[in-house]
């Protein structure tokens, strides 16, 4: 019996022993494997964020103001755009996953259709969307290299709320 719990004893120190060393060696491997990002690196993500937050404050405000974004707005119960909820590039995954699946489809067909492709230019601001209290239009935009913005207007059709369409596409001048 008293073999028995040495053989435990030295057994459990084995095994505790060679966790240890596995965690250490891991731990140290995974740190050269993922460094650390240097404050270089986050300075400028912070800035290239602050660009494209600019940008899209901007472009909202461009929207809110112009005839362009009051004719977008026509023939919706609510045509207060600043009542519209703002979505930047990166929340859009979010916000997409409250449609159905059919919907979500849809509306990334048109967001990705060739109307966009055709008015992205190198040099292009990644894009933010406004989209009405009821879900039912959208306004995609985005800075151009060369300062003006694009406006896509995205629509669902009258009696099929999941289906989306490009509504038309308007270049607005600062």
Known sequence: MRKMKSKFIILTVVILVLITG????ASNTISTLFP?????HQDRAKEVQNRLTESWTKGRDIILESEGGK????NVKDEDLSKWTFIDFTQ??????????QERSS???AFYSEDRKNNLDVGDYMPAVLINPDESQALVYWEKANGLYAVMDLKTKSGDSDSWYVNGVEIVTP
């Open 22 to 25: 596995t965690s250490v060696y």
């Open 71 to 74: 004719a977008f707005a026509t």
């Open 92 to 101: 859009l995954h979010e916000k997409l996953s409250s449609f159905s699946n």
């Open 107 to 109: 509306f990334l067909d």
């Open 36 to 40: 650390t990002i240097s404050s270089e």
